[in-house]
Nanobody, 124 residues
Framework: QVQLVESGGGLVQAGDSLRLSCAAS????????TAWFRQAPGKEREFVAA????????YYADSVKGRFIISKDNAKNTVYLQMNSLKPEDTAVYYC?????????????????WGQGTQVTVSS
């Protein structure tokens, strides 16, 4: 079992930046990839970005491509999401997720471990 703890959320203005962190602990050896999802009030959970631990391949949702950067620190078992040029529509609870090799990286089905989320609010 992998435990994930997100941090770094907050209230910012449009155009500002935030960096989210996802610290993993427990049995992380079987984790192939880690992703960020987000869920706004009244909306479905949506994929944001993912990174593979072995080849460091990165995948982004079209809505954040060019603005967000996902990265990792293997020694710290931590994944980061650098969010730049934030927009009000980025407002959501951001969740970190870890999973294996099954399913596409953008699918929530690919992940079987989830953090509790961190709130990101972007004012206009």
């Amino acid at each position: 079992q992998v435990q994930l703890v997100e941090s770094g959320g907050g209230l910012v203005q449009a155009g500002d930046s935030l960096r989210l962190s996802c610290a993993a602990s427990g049995r992380t050896s079987n984790t192939y990839r880690t992703a960020w999802f987000r869920q706004a009030p009244g909306k479905e959970r949506e994929f944001v970005a993912a990174i593979a631990w072995r080849n460091s391949g990165k995948y982004y949702a079209d809505s954040v491509k060019g603005r967000f950067i996902i990265s990792k620190d293997n020694a710290k078992n931590t994944v980061y999401l650098q969010m730049n040029s934030l927009k009000p529509e980025d407002t959501a609870v951001y969740y970190c997720a870890a999973g294996g090799t099954t399913y596409d990286s953008s699918s929530s089905s690919a992940y079987n471990n989830w953090g509790q989320g961190t709130q990101v609010t972007v004012s206009s």
